[in-house]
């Protein structure tokens, strides 16, 4: 897992003033156009190089980085006339849902063209008489030059025996960080040896994004068009996912968090987590009747969207065994729909591939935005809302624990477990779950293979759950903790039997 979740590095520094910067365009230009083409001088406004060789390459990632946050696409590096900043702006100046797809790119004039798979003798080999890694290498791959060891590249083969036998740790394996966070293997290489994801197989879970130190992968945001929904005096409820608790410092509670929503101009706020509650109570239903019962062999959770692409692109054969049940992110929306038919809904919360869930054609998902808490926090650093300051004025007591706990990798078949525990007593239940693509993928491997039979499967695509996602704000263990405080303060541990 990447170690820099949670650091406030210079990477995220960027990325949180682009969202604020955009969200400041929204809420304040009187000259779009003008403005925008202003903002890579007012955001790099300094002389000297910061990050890179020069001033000129530093803002033309921040313009890139700037079309991302606006939702539109990357202009093309490798042409004359790539267009100006604002290309394509009218599309995008629009108070409905907009991205052009794909949703995750990588800034290519932003790329290091990191070695992919590399093992190197560094400055710590102290050229040894026993020189265990010649003698362990299966290709003769190392010789001894002027007294230190040496990896001829062109016969090295990547097996890592020179690395786990030097006594001095003095081999390194460096592997691309996007490439490593990747588990469907959808990033490649350009003829520069330059990332690129190949959009056929990306999932769009944003593991890449989050763990490239140069900040050279960014996803779409739909910040702005929300902005403009906001000022076109329409409704907007929005839906927070439970993974929130925490992300906006550690001594904002959830009512102040619904206080400031409201006061960023959200008509109300609804949990997530009620419909996650719905889902737990019918998959708990399907799994007594089904699986238990030997009509069906496993059963696959369907909330993270990463992972049922997944599982439908590489292991078609498990599709009728993915829950039916509307994710708690649709379920809510309809519920909220509902209750007020002429409101818009925006899903807030820590994933990127929720973006994807929201705008598929195959099921009215009824969420007319998705953000990230990353996104919102530029939101509302662009209007000055202070969180910390925030007096709560309103109560958070809809959901129950079990749909809360849906945040944490192992909260969903937890949930599910509970509700069979209460109102099926008796019933004996076979919980998996896996974190990680890399993990979701053995997974699958072992149930197509039949060893998985009479098991309810929870697959998450970040390691560590919806906490990890790629629009947090937070350190992974940290999140955890506070998704379980949130989860124990709910009124009820399970929601109540249906009626029927």
Request: proline residues 5%; glycine residues 8%; neutral net charge.
């Amino acid at each position: 897992m990447s170690s820099m979740r949670g650091i406030d590095t210079p990477v995220r520094q960027r990325r949180r003033r682009v969202f604020k910067e955009v969200a400041n365009l929204a809420y304040n230009s009187t000259n779009l156009k003008d403005d925008m083409e202003a903002l890579p001088y007012k955001i790099v406004d300094y002389e000297e190089p910061l990050y890179w060789e020069s001033v000129y390459r530093d803002r033309a990632i921040i313009r890139e980085r700037i079309r991302l946050a606006m939702g539109m696409s990357l202009r093309p590096e490798n042409r004359e006339h790539p267009g100006h900043l604002t290309q394509g702006l009218e599309e995008s100046n629009i108070d409905e849902k907009y991205y052009e797809p794909p949703l995750m790119q990588v800034i290519s004039s932003a790329c290091n063209a990191c070695p992919e798979d590399h093992y190197e003798i560094t400055s710590s080999c102290m050229g040894c008489v026993a020189h265990p890694c010649q003698s362990v290498c299966p290709r003769g791959a190392i010789s001894m030059v002027n007294g230190k060891s040496v990896i001829d590249q062109e016969k090295c083969i990547k097996c890592g025996k020179c690395r786990d036998v030097c006594p001095y740790d003095a081999i390194c394996h460096k592997e691309r960080p996007c490439k490593a966070a990747c588990g469907v293997n959808a990033i490649k290489s350009d003829k520069f040896g330059r990332a690129f994801i190949d959009n056929d197989m990306c999932v769009s879970c944003g593991m890449c994004m989050v763990s490239c130190p140069f900040g050279a992968i960014a996803d779409k945001s739909q910040i702005f068009q929300l902005i403009r929904a906001m000022q076109s005096g329409r409704t907007i409820i929005a839906q927070v996912a439970p993974a929130f608790a925490g992300q906006f410092g550690p001594r904002v509670t959830p009512e102040m968090f619904k206080t400031a929503l409201k006061e960023l101009g959200f008509a109300d706020v609804y949990e997530t987590a009620i419909g996650a509650d719905l889902g737990c109570m019918a998959e708990a239903e399907h799994y007594v009747k089904e699986v238990a019962a030997g009509r069906q062999d496993f059963a696959l959770t369907s909330c993270c969207p990463s992972w049922s692409v997944m599982a439908k692109h590489l292991f078609p054969e498990t599709i009728d065994k993915i829950s039916n049940e509307l994710t708690p992110m649709v379920a809510t929306a309809r519920i909220i729909k509902k209750e007020h038919p002429e409101a818009s809904v925006v899903f807030i919360g820590p994933c990127a591939s929720k973006k994807l869930e929201a705008s598929r054609r195959t099921i009215r998902s009824d969420v007319d935005f998705v953000i990230t808490f990353e996104e919102l926090t530029g939101m509302f650093e662009a209007r000055g809302i202070l969180l910390d300051e925030i007096k709560a004025m309103d109560e958070m007591q809809d959901a129950t624990g079990a749909g809360r706990g849906y945040g944490v990798a192992g909260g969903v078949a937890g949930a599910i477990e509970e509700c069979i525990r209460t109102y099926y007593p008796g019933t004996e239940v076979k919980i998996e779950h896996a974190e990680g693509l890399t993990e979701c993928k053995k997974m699958l491997l072992l149930a197509k293979a039949g060893k998985k039979n009479g098991c309810l499967i929870e697959g998450m695509a970040c390691p560590g759950g919806c906490v990890a996602g790629a629009g947090t704000n937070i350190a992974i263990a940290q999140a955890a903790r506070e998704v379980a405080k949130f989860k124990a303060r709910a009124k009820d541990t399970v929601p109540k039997e249906k009626t029927e």
